[in-house]
């Protein structure tokens, strides 16, 4: 299993729990491309998330430099060939991240995904386009939360990448 999260509550977190010998974390998330990206806390010091877009729950004040890498530079320093099931909730980032990672070239027969289109004053049109290219790339949903929030889909032919 692997994880990768910049946020610095998730990284004083995981690096204090004695995890399986099969689990790798890394310090940084994913983007559009490898950089140092500004990334703004959340207003609520007990809160956990937090984004490089500006939004209701995060402060534009508090804000700290986080190291992103594309999907092809996480892939090509894990060794992925295959991805059984691939979760995201990325805060934001996953409408500009997922058309990259479905270009990359590697079969993922799950992709399980938080959406925040309540972040954006486009979020529905976000919305529509990210659901059109995960159709496009032959994916279906499987599960959606109550919230519509939280979304499964499922590779519907594997072996089409």
């Known amino acids: ?3 990768f999260d910049p946020t610095p509550k998730s990284i004083d977190w995981v690096t204090g729990q004695h995890t399986p010998d099969l689990f790798r974390f890394y310090p940084f998330g994913i983007g559009k491309q490898t950089e140092t990206v500004k990334f703004n806390l959340p207003k609520n010091e007990k809160h ?3 984004s490089i877009f500006n939004h209701d729950l995060v402060s534009s004040k508090k804000k700290i430099d986080v190291p992103l890498k594309s999907f092809e530079d996480i892939l090509k320093e894990t060794g992925h060939r295959k991805i059984d099931l ?6 934001g980032t996953e409408y500009i991240v997922m058309e ?3 270009n990359a070239g590697i ?3 799950q992709i399980l995904m938080e959406t925040h289109e309540r972040f954006f004053r486009d979020g529905t049109t976000k919305g529509k386009q990210l659901f059109n290219l ?4 032959g994916y279906k949903v499987f599960a959606i939360s109550d919230t519509y929030q939280e979304i499964s889909f499922l590779k519907t032919n594997p072996t089409d990448v």
């Open 107 to 109: 079969e993922i027969t």
């Open 86 to 91: 691939l979760k995201m909730d990325i805060e």
């Open 100 to 102: 990259g990672i479905l």
């Open 48 to 50: 956990v998330s937090g």
């Open 1 to 3: 299993m692997f994880a």
């Open 134 to 137: 995960m159709k496009r790339y």
